[in-house]
């Protein structure tokens, strides 16, 4: 089947938290405020927070997501409180490979929501959204091995750890070799 014809869901729930696609000019603001109050934990791990972005490359981030959604390229999800409204983080599957079918799981959290363990029930949940109604053949988790609250979530969740590659990226900030740990879901 042709991955444009897939009927992916705009969003979904799990037991505390609503997941859902970025709404354009809405949500930058929010996902802006979170990206400057985690700036400081975000920086050390992910390229994209090494400068904190402006209200507009928010919103340009934003709709480029929702362009790849809708080619089926990637699926960003961002989180929130069911009871609060409240935006707790962004998850997603990325490097998304039809012939496979396979992708790998990203995500980062608002440093205020930190240690309730929304993360790990928002990827569990997109995790089985994955498996279940996308039909994908392997999910991967990928994060720098030094890394521990991300290493966390796959290991919480059982996902079994294929590997460490040694000197496999470039540290967020390019400026050192880091090692790769590859956590996959099959």
């Not at 928010?58 to 999800?77: D, G, H, M």
């Not at 959290?109 to 569990?124: D, F, R, W």
């Not at 996902?159 to 967020?172: F, M, P, Q, Y």
Request: with cysteine; aromatic share 10%; charged share 25%.
């Amino acid at each position: 089947m042709n991955p444009l014809l897939l009927d992916i869901p705009l969003q979904f729930e799990t037991e505390r938290l609503k997941l859902r696609v970025p709404r354009q000019s809405v949500d930058s603001s929010i996902v802006n405020v979170a990206i400057r109050d985690s700036f400081n934990e975000l920086k050390p791990w992910l390229p994209f927070a090494q400068t904190i972005p402006t209200l507009e490359e928010t919103e340009v981030n934003l709709r480029k997501a929702n362009i790849n959604f809708l080619k089926r390229e990637s699926f960003r999800y961002l989180i929130f409180h069911k009871g609060s409204k409240d935006f707790i983080g962004v998850t997603s599957f990325e490097g998304v490979n039809w012939d496979i079918p396979k992708c790998h799981i990203g995500y980062w959290i608002n440093t205020k929501y930190s240690g309730n363990g929304y993360m790990l029930e928002a990827v569990q949940g997109l995790t089985e959204l994955g498996l279940s109604l996308i039909k994908f053949k392997r999910i991967e988790i990928r994060c720098e091995s030094t890394n521990l609250k991300s290493r966390s979530i796959p290991e919480k969740l059982g996902v079994e750890l294929e590997g460490i590659l040694k000197n496999e990226d470039l540290s967020a900030d390019g400026s050192k070799l880091t090692d790769t740990c590859i956590y996959a879901k099959v």
